[in-house]
T-cell receptor
Framework: AQSVSQHNHHVILSEAASLELGCNYSYGGTVNLFWYVQYPGQHLQLLLKYFSGDPLVKGIKGFEAEFIKSKFSFNLRKPSVQWSDTAEYFC?????????????FGSGTRLQVQP | DTGVSQNPRHKITKRGQNVTFRCDPISEHNRLYWYRQTLGQGPEFLTYFQNEAQLEKSRLLSDRFSAERPKGSFSTLEIQRTEQGDSAMYLC???????????????FGEGSWLTVV
């Protein structure tokens, strides 16, 4: 079965540190890729998405992600985190060739930024 | 707020009772999705509607679960004879196909928490 792996379950950083959250998926076909963020007490919000073209995509709040097809990865990065980035981050994949509309989510990474 | 609206936000029910959740998608979004999320996990897909047609159902959607979208606008998710394992956050989401190339950017509501005691 297709899956999405987020290996970092809990990350603790100090403000201004750089962030990289890993996301790997297991599917050999065409994919759309997403990162969603869930701030404490709030709903899931789209951070950024990749459909095609430039594999380096930029999202809101200074986040970016790079799609590396050969590695089946879509890692999320931010050069300098802020306390307000404390949240849970979910990677999601849409399998384009299957005709299905479902997104498959990873189990999430909880980011804690210490002031 | 014109986002996806869900109610009730919280529901505590006794095992064996039926519960129903309602979702109002973003206006003009003709695609509607239900997901379930348990603690420490990402959302898991349950079902998908395009307009009033239910086009996709997950194996997670057992016979006790039924979802409807009778007029292609709001949707309901009913769970019959609830079990403790049904305790979770039930998320509704919607999308509009012309908004992006794949029509697959979905927008989530705040969710409905279900606790079965």
């Amino acid at each position: 079965a297709q899956s999405v792996s987020q290996h970092n379950h809990h990350v603790i950083l100090s403000e201004a540190a750089s962030l990289e959250l890993g996301c790997n998926y297991s599917y050999g076909g065409t994919v759309n890729l997403f990162w969603y963020v869930q701030y404490p007490g709030q709903h899931l919000q789209l951070l950024l998405k990749y459909f095609s073209g430039d594999p380096l995509v930029k999202g809101i709040k200074g986040f970016e992600a790079e799609f590396i097809k050969s590695k089946f990865s879509f890692n999320l990065r931010k050069p300098s985190v802020q306390w307000s980035d404390t949240a849970e981050y979910f990677c999601a994949v849409h399998l384009m060739d299957t005709g299905r509309r479902a997104l498959t989510f990873g189990s999430g990474t909880r980011l804690q930024v210490q002031p | 707020d014109t986002g996806v609206s869900q109610n009730p936000r919280h529901k505590i029910t006794k095992r064996g009772q039926n519960v129903t959740f309602r979702c109002d998608p973003i206006s003009e979004h003709n695609r509607l999705y239900w997901y379930r999320q348990t603690l420490g996990q990402g959302p898991e897909f349950l079902t998908y509607f395009q307009n009033e047609a239910q086009l996709e159902k997950s194996r997670l959607l057992s016979d006790r679960f039924s979802a409807e979208r009778p007029k292609g606008s709001f949707s309901t998710l009913e769970i019959q004879r609830t079990e403790q394992g049904d305790s979770a956050m039930y998320l509704c989401a919607s999308s509009f196909p012309n908004a992006d190339p794949s029509g697959n950017t979905i927008y989530f509501g705040e969710g409905s928490w279900l606790t079965v005691v």
